[in-house]
């Protein structure tokens, strides 16, 4: 019954990424080692999100329903044209993504430094990057893509020493 749970959970998830249940499989039939831990948290948090639904059946089976929202957020990104939306009134705060990839990993660590340059991120350090709008979605699905989700770190800060600059740099 478990195992059915997870397959329908993998199938949901497959539509919000393509990438995961392959890996998810893979790592399972490669001597079984299925990550349980990391894919509940990664349900939790598409259900704090409310792109899915998750329901406990009469059964024992747990049903995973994609909500219309995360239908429109698959739809949404397309990682070629992925842009951020700059708002009327900027709302003051400033979103830092920090990022520590180990070098194994270097082809999607220079992938993501020229996504964030390439969708006006500032380098204030070698792995730390600054915008001054709203951008979790989109930091959330590029690193996904990229495989490098537990590698960073996506901050929302109020007061930053030397925003001057930056003020000037974004024009705000």
């Known amino acids: 019954m478990k195992y059915l749970a997870t397959g329908g959970a993998v199938a949901i998830l497959s539509l919000a990424n393509p990438i995961v249940p392959h890996y998810l499989i893979k790592a399972y039939l490669r001597k079984r080692r299925f990550q349980k831990a990391r894919f509940l948290a990664d349900l939790k948090r ?14 024992g089976q747990t049903k995973i329903i994609l909500k219309s929202a995360g239908k429109r957020f698959i739809l949404q990104y397309d990682i070629d044209n992925i842009k951020i ?12 993504v920090i990022f520590d990839i180990p070098d194994e990993k270097r082809a999607a660590r220079n ?8 969708l006006g991120f500032y380098m204030l350090q070698k792995s730390v990057y600054i ?3 709203p951008c979790d979605n989109e930091i959330e699905f590029i690193s996904s893509v990229f495989k490098i989700r537990d590698n960073v770190l996506a901050l ?3 007061d930053l020493e030397g925003s001057k600059k930056l003020l000037h740099l974004f024009n705000l």
């Not at 992938?111 to 390439?118: G, I, N, P, R, T």
Request: positive net charge; proline residues 5%.
């Open 111 to 118: 992938a993501l430094v020229s996504k964030l340059k390439e």
């Open 156 to 158: 929302v800060i109020e």
């Open 131 to 133: 915008h001054p709008f």
């Open 85 to 96: 939306s700059r708002p009327k009134n900027w709302d003051g705060k400033w979103r830092l």
């Open 46 to 59: 598409l259900q704090k999100r409310e792109l899915i639904d998750c329901r406990e059946l009469a059964d």
